[in-house]
T-cell receptor
Framework: SQQGEEDPQALSIQEGENATMNCSYK?????LQWYRQNSGRGLVHLIL?????REKHSGRLRVTLDTSKKSSSLLITASRAADTASYFC????????????FGKGTRLSVIA | KAGVTQTPRYLIKTRGQQVTLSCSPI?????VSWYQQTPGQGLQFLFE???????NKGNFPGRFSGRQFSNSRSEMNVSTLELGDSALYLC????????????FGSGTQLSVL
């Protein structure tokens, strides 16, 4: 079953604009991760944020985590056509040694 | 360092057949997880192996099974294939599992006719 739910399901923007994707989850977590998937390929890890962190940056990526609202957001600044992909959040529940649980993803299209 | 390798890349089978998919993790990674991805259900966790032992199992029928060898390579098997088993099967590895980031292979696209 899905733990994380991304919003929106699809997003279309112009090159150079910023893209924001949101993720909500249900149970307490150890950490939350974001992944990218190009069409029909494997997922690529982007960033991991732990439950005691509020914000993290990696290049053009900025991730925030609000554990009180059980939500996270991924911001991609100055988007490029190459950023076109599906983006997934994945949570690691606090309940012992449990696997990553993925949301259904946000499909981002960046138009040149 | 070589990434996660999955073979074959594509498979076409008919209902009732069985299939075996293979995954070679990144050297030194001892945890291998399998996920099924479909447009309707998204990414669903199948199972995780660590040091040749199944450590976690998702909510899939017994037709889905797996194993891990002493060199950490893993296989998953699906018996008595059904149309609904058509999916992208993804393998991911990590050093120890336990909530670490995962390194994914390119997947095996299985079509059941």
């Amino acid at each position: 079953s899905q733990q994380g739910e991304e919003d929106p399901q699809a997003l279309s923007i112009q090159e150079g604009e910023n893209a924001t994707m949101n993720c909500s989850y249900k149970t307490s977590i150890n950490n939350l991760q974001w992944y990218r998937q190009n069409s029909g390929r494997g997922l690529v890890h982007l960033i991991l944020i732990r439950s005691n962190e509020r914000e993290k940056h990696s290049g053009r990526l900025r991730v925030t985590l609000d554990t009180s609202k059980k939500s996270s957001s991924l911001l991609i600044t100055a988007s490029r056509a190459a950023d076109t992909a599906s983006y997934f959040c994945a949570t690691v529940p606090n309940s012992g040694n449990t696997p990553l649980v993925f949301g259904k993803g946000t499909r981002l299209s960046v138009i040149a | 360092k070589a990434g996660v390798t999955q073979t074959p890349r594509y498979l076409i089978k008919t209902r009732g057949q069985q299939v075996t998919l293979s995954c070679s993790p990144i050297s030194g990674h001892r945890s291998v997880s399998w996920y099924q991805q479909t447009p309707g259900q998204g990414l669903q966790f199948l199972f995780e192996y660590f040091s040749e032992t199944q450590r976690n199992k998702g909510n899939f029928p017994g037709r889905f099974s797996g194993r891990q060898f002493s060199n950490s390579r893993s296989e998953m098997n699906v018996s008595t294939l059904e149309l609904g088993d058509s999916a992208l099967y993804l393998c991911a590895s990590s050093l120890t599992g336990a909530g670490e980031k995962l390194f994914f292979g390119s997947g095996t696209q299985l079509s059941v006719l």
